[in-house]
């Protein structure tokens, strides 16, 4: 079992909003991470939590917030975002031993209007 | 900076036809290359490349690696319009702890018409 999943699948959002994204994995993996893919563009590493501690982030605007409550969940909350935030989000995860390979979940399709 | 290459961006082929995709790199820390197939939504992995010279086979699918040279390549034989998509290659390194860093290429947009 190869699953990541993520909610909200679609989310639609004010400038003003708050939101987050969910992300939870139940594979014992204890890497997950954050990507940002713009159209026709390929995934952007956002963040990477390491046994639940945040060890890249890469230079990530403080709107965007993630936060690892537990070796299985993954959070990112959106506050004051821009339109040309919108994307789609992916999360992932990894085993974290030699040769492991990265896992993504289907995505949640940000629109910031 | 790292860097992965891919080539062509796009490609338009018929089904029945074999396509060959590459992807070439230059990383710090290099441990492993992978493939992965984007349809609309999320990359499905394909193959993890670790070892020169060893070739990955899953179905119409393979793909080689060679760590002296820098790159690598991805077949698909007897294509279908299902194989239709874009295909990322991207490089592996480990910064610290259990985390992994996967640097993408731009991809190759692969189009199979009937």
């Known amino acids: 079992d190869t699953e990541v999943t993520q909610t909200p699948k679609h989310l639609v959002m004010g400038m003003t909003n708050k939101k987050s994204l969910k992300c939870e994995q139940h594979?014992?993996?204890?890497?997950m991470y954050w990507y940002k893919q713009k159209a026709k563009k390929p995934p952007e590493l956002m963040f990477v939590?390491?046994?639940?501690?945040?060890?890249i982030n890469e230079s990530v605007p403080s709107r965007f917030s993630p936060e690892c409550p537990n070796s299985s969940l993954l959070n990112l909350h959106l506050h004051a975002l821009q339109p040309e935030d919108s994307a789609l989000y992916l999360c992932?995860?990894?085993?974290?031993?030699?040769?492991?390979?990265?896992?993504f979940g289907e995505g949640s399709w940000l629109t910031v209007v | 900076e790292d860097k992965v290459v891919q080539s062509p961006l796009s490609l338009v082929v018929h089904e029945g036809d074999t396509v060959t995709l590459n992807c070439s790199y230059e990383?710090?820390?290099?441990?492993?290359l992978l493939w992965y197939k984007q349809e609309k939504k999320a990359p499905t992995f394909l193959f993890m490349l670790?070892?020169?010279?060893i070739e990955k086979k899953s179905g119409r699918l393979s793909s080689i690696l060679d760590k002296k040279e820098l790159f690598s390549i991805l077949n698909i034989t007897a294509t279908q319009t299902g194989d239709s998509a874009v295909y990322l290659c991207?490089?592996?390194?480990?910064?610290?702890?259990?985390?992994?860093?996967?640097?993408f290429g731009s991809g190759t947009q692969l189009t199979v018409l009937p």
């Open positions: 991207a490089t592996l390194r480990y910064p610290s702890g259990s985390a992994r860093q996967l640097t």
């Open positions: 992932a995860s990894s085993q974290g031993g030699a040769g492991n390979t990265i896992y």
């Open positions: 670790t070892s020169s010279g």
């Open positions: 990383v710090t820390n290099f441990r492993s």
């Open positions: 594979m014992g993996h204890r890497a």
């Open positions: 939590y390491s046994y639940e501690k945040l060890s």
